[in-house]
């Protein structure tokens, strides 16, 4: 350390969104750090979030949308409180990012676009004169004399691991930082793909592919896409994590989808009970375009596997009616796999949180580690949440060395 006025000197490793905050707020105290980044590019996945738009925030956040297998939530929602929405909104705004809201309270900067974010931050970053040390990975670290030695030469006295997840690889992601924290002999909670596209083996998919809807599954209800190799859309993320957990223990995981959730089977059924009246010489291949879109019409329709002689909507009985509103509130598919560690948002699993102190994101291995971001065994919802606890882990880290001058 300084021995003037006992600053420490910090490595930063990564330079995502919770290592050049945690960058930002510790320039903010006045604490020097180097940020090693082994990409050649800075804020690759950051650019890519939310397509190209950065979902920053949530105006919602609550632990219920964050999974771990640690059970401390009063620890984790200390780190929450600590940096809330609204302390959230008041940093990116210093920086010069206004955000506008969408749908369950999701944020974005005001530009739509992910460039703004990372340009913010990147600047402000360079306005402190933080050294950002590109195309230089981490090689070896070892902690010797009350030091840090980075790739064998550079000397620090705090590290700060903000590597994130194995995720996007293409983006950037790595698993750099799991083999860090074994080194100094954390646990790593198996990581799983997580907020990822799902595949499945149903048939006739190229009926509906390029079909987008509101839609309901396992109880939770947002866009849904289908495509060629399964479904996708934020609904089918936010439940991936439990299916990726699933898969790993049984080779196919049925869903269901409720494609009408705004009804109820009852006005379900009395809406195509109605329909058979008004529209009786209709073929039953066109009978439902005008509520679902007509590939989905002809895919329902398909699944339901009507007797062949149902040419017409005035041929359906009860049964059928039946059978039809059955398939649109459970349309079923089967999962065999999910699009995995390439195109997964985020990872479930990482580093143990039993092994640290959630109060100041320290190692309860190694003096003078913390580990924030996505590294952690921490995953949120689709929303910004997962963003969110890059910034909140990083402000508790940076706020934590803070207090550890002149003690």
């Not at 950065?54 to 200390?78: A, F, P, R």
């Not at 495509?227 to 080779?251: F, M, P």
């Not at 990872?347 to 143990?352: A, E, K, L, T, W």
Request: charged share 20%; glycine share 8%.
């Amino acid at each position: 350390m300084n021995k003037q006025n006992n600053t420490p000197h910090v490595a930063i490793i990564g330079a995502g969104a919770s290592g050049l905050a945690v960058s930002i707020f510790l320039s903010q105290y006045n604490i020097p750090s180097t940020i090693f980044e082994k990409n050649n590019k800075i804020g690759k996945k950051l650019l890519a979030t939310g397509n190209g738009k950065c979902n920053v925030t949530n105006k919602n956040i609550s632990l219920e949308n964050y999974h771990t297998t640690y059970s401390g939530t009063k620890e984790l929602k200390k780190i929450f409180n600590i940096f809330n929405f609204d302390k959230c909104k008041n940093f990116f705004s210093n920086l010069g990012v206004e955000f506008l809201y969408r749908e369950n309270g999701r944020a974005y900067p005001m530009s739509s676009s992910s460039s703004s974010i990372v340009d913010a931050l990147v600047f402000e970053v360079e306005q402190s004169k933080t050294p950002i040390l590109t195309n230089t990975p981490v090689e070896s670290i070892e902690y010797k004399n009350s030091n840090f030695i980075i790739n064998q030469n550079k000397k620090f006295d705090i590290v700060i691991l903000a590597s994130g997840s194995g995720a996007m690889p293409k983006l950037g992601g790595t698993d750099s930082g799991y083999t860090i924290s074994e080194q100094f002999n954390h646990s790593i909670i198996p990581p799983q793909p997580s907020l990822v596209q799902l595949i499945t083996n149903n048939k006739n998919l190229d009926l509906i592919s390029g079909v987008k809807l509101t839609g309901m599954v396992n109880n939770h209800t947002g866009d849904i896409l289908f495509t060629k190799y399964g479904v996708s859309g934020s609904a089918i993320l936010d439940i991936s994590r439990e299916i990726a957990i699933e898969l790993q223990s049984n080779a196919h995981v049925p869903i269901t989808i409720d494609i009408a959730p705004e009804f109820t089977r009852e006005k379900l059924k009395s809406l195509l009970q109605q329909r058979i009246k008004t529209l009786n010489t209709r073929k039953v291949s066109l009978w439902l375009d005008g509520i679902f879109n007509k590939k989905l019409s002809q895919y329902i329709i398909s699944e339901a596997k009507l007797p062949s002689h149902i040419q017409y909507a005035n041929q359906l009985g009860t049964k059928e009616i039946n059978k039809i509103v059955h398939l649109i509130k459970n349309l079923p598919f089967t999962i065999t796999d999910t699009k995995g560690f390439d195109h997964c948002e985020v990872c479930s699993g990482g580093v143990n949180l039993e092994e640290i102190n959630l109060n100041t994101m320290e190692s309860k291995k190694q003096k003078g580690l913390y580990i924030v971001g996505e590294v952690l065994d921490i995953d949120g919802d689709c929303g910004g949440y997962n963003l969110h606890f890059a910034w909140a882990s990083a402000f508790a880290a940076a706020t934590a060395i803070k207090s550890t001058i002149n003690q």
